[in-house]
């Protein structure tokens, strides 16, 4: 089950850099959120997440994603 979310997360993240690279932020959002849901330690969907968040001025958010990434990356 643990392996099954992790796929699953990292598709959701590949589909959320196709989103970011595209400049589509709201549904780049999502599927990072559905990525992080589905994998918690995806450090770069945390970094992208952080990134957008700090980009639109939410910036306590935006660094707390940073935050995880860093944590999970460890």
Do not use: T, W, Y
């Amino acid at each position: 089950a643990i392996e099954l979310g992790h796929e699953r997360g990292e598709a959701l993240l590949a589909r959320g850099m196709l989103h970011f690279q595209s400049g589509e932020n709201v549904e780049c959002v999502q599927a990072l959120k559905g990525a992080i849901a589905a994998a918690p330690n995806l450090a770069e969907a945390h970094q992208i997440l952080g990134s957008i968040s700090i980009e639109v001025g939410l910036f306590e958010q935006g660094f707390r994603r940073l935050r995880a990434a860093l944590l999970v990356d460890e």
